[in-house]
């Protein structure tokens, strides 16, 4: 199976910030990896898919790179609204995984 | 709009049966591959298997601690994806969603949610 680790686990930033988070597998995925946003109590929402698209109607603050093992992905300008947990999944190969979580809290 | 509901959870005693169903509008639900993804309170996200589509003969993969136990199902004539859970333990114990998979030559990915169903499995 394909193991996803996720850093930073939690993170703090303050509005405007620009904020990083990076997903690595434990073998190459080409770019087969999507990014999911989850506020409390919500579903996941898609975010960003085959690494770098922007899923329609997320804001262009998002964006996603990387292929191989590692993966970021940027929020440019961090909002209020952005306080969510934020997890990685692979597409390459059965069993499908998902990362571990980061938790982004605004300062 | 897409909408994905599911129902079907509840308290159950380990080693009990429940069966979950997802009714789908909003879309054409047997253009696409759905699966199930679960989360236990406090976690991550698990996923738990996916059913593809007819043109794929409804072939099924699932995660190691579903394999055996569970079984997916689809019914397209209903809009309705179904999840059968067998020999339930409380590890088992979560908010389970259903989710629609939208493939492009860009890949997969899960672009639809439900809200969830929660199952608690009691010792």
């Known amino acids: 199976d394909i193991q996803l680790t996720q850093s930073p686990s939690f993170l703090s930033a303050s509005v405007g910030d620009r904020v990083t988070i990076t997903c690595r597998a434990s073998q190459g995925i080409s770019s087969y990896l999507a990014w999911y946003q989850q506020k409390p109590g919500k579903a996941p929402k898609l975010l960003i898919y085959?690494?770098?698209t922007l899923q329609s109607g997320v804001p262009s603050r998002f964006s996603g790179s990387g292929s191989g093992t590692e993966f970021t992905l940027t929020i440019s300008s961090l909002q209020p609204e952005d306080s969510a947990t934020y997890y990685c999944q692979q597409v390459n190969s059965y069993p499908l995984t998902f990362g571990p979580g980061t938790k982004v809290d605004i300062k | 709009e897409v909408q994905l509901v599911e129902s079907g959870g509840g308290l159950v005693q380990s080693g009990g049966s429940l069966r979950l169903s997802c009714a789908a509008s909003g879309f054409t639900f047997s253009d696409h591959y759905m699966d199930w993804v679960r989360q236990a309170p406090g976690k991550g996200l698990e996923w738990i298997g996916r059913i593809r589509k007819k043109a794929n003969r409804y072939t099924t993969e699932y995660a190691a601690s579903a394999k055996g136990r569970f079984t997916i199902s689809r019914d397209d004539s209903k809009d309705s994806l179904y999840l059968q859970m067998n020999s339930l333990k409380t590890a088992d114990t979560a908010l389970y969603y259903c989710a629609r998979n939208s493939e492009t030559s860009s890949g997969h990915r899960l672009d639809y949610w439900g809200q969830g169903t929660l199952v608690t499995v009691s010792s």
């Open positions: 085959a690494a770098s």
